[in-house]
């Protein structure tokens, strides 16, 4: 789970595949497939490739500066931990409203980015004030309440830095990002210096996610192989 150097590697077409010593992430300019963040039918052009490449690769996002960023499948024990933060919000917004989700969510961030959390929850207060083009399947242009990222080989810390920073300028209310490895969480609110968590035992979503209590070490830290 240690910070891998990006490889930035030139794949034209629209069948990917990953090298074999793959640990990193490929960039690929969104020209290359006659794509560019301006494109009217980008929507439509990403929903498509990732869905004829779901099997042969991993994850995709669309960078700031016009890239399709190609990201290798999450395995264990990362989908173990997502999975576990995932459940608990879900199960949370059950009693309390609003909609959670998991990593296979994108939005469109203030930068022009297409990201997905590995974790996210929102208010329908917020989603209902929205103006329809901004909710429009299937990529909302809406940064949720609530994210959460889960540091991964494909997690650069300088790009993390700067995605949290997109999530707070979105709207974003409660940012958690969580080191498996290191045993940290470093948590980000509007208008507040960050507070990085060491071992903590557990999770409070304080005001933004009220009552939902995340165990920390028990569902994630002590289950790192």
Do not use: C
């Not at 500066?65 to 395995?75: A, D, F, N, S, V």
């Not at 961030?109 to 083009?133: H, I, K, Q, V």
Request: proline share 9%; no cysteine.
């Amino acid at each position: 789970m240690t910070t891998a150097p990006a490889k930035v590697r030139s794949v034209t077409g629209d069948a990917a595949r990953l090298p074999s010593d793959f640990n990193g992430y490929i960039l690929i300019p969104l020209s290359e497939f006659g794509q560019s963040l301006d494109s009217p039918d980008l929507d439509s052009w990403f929903e498509g490739f990732a869905e004829r490449n779901k099997d042969s690769v991993g994850d995709f996002e669309i960078t700031e500066q016009g890239e399709l960023k190609i990201m290798p499948p999450t395995g264990f024990p990362g989908e173990w931990y997502e999975v576990e933060l995932v459940a608990g919000v879900v199960m949370w917004s059950h009693d309390f409203g609003g909609r959670a989700g998991g990593p296979t969510a994108r939005f469109w961030l203030t930068d022009g980015s297409l990201r997905g959390p590995d974790a996210y929850w929102f208010s329908w207060e917020r989603w209902n004030a929205l103006p329809t083009e901004s909710r429009t399947p299937p990529f909302a242009r809406f940064t949720p309440d609530f994210v959460a990222e889960i540091i991964s080989p494909s997690n650069r810390g300088p790009e993390l830095v700067d995605k949290v920073r997109r999530y707070l300028e979105g709207g974003a209310r409660l940012i958690w990002v969580i080191h498996p490895t290191n045993r940290t969480v470093t948590i980000y609110r509007p208008d507040a210096e960050p507070e990085m968590l060491q071992d903590p035992e557990t999770l409070d979503g304080g005001d933004v996610l009220p009552g939902f209590v995340f165990d920390v070490r028990e569902r994630i830290f002590d289950n790192v192989p």
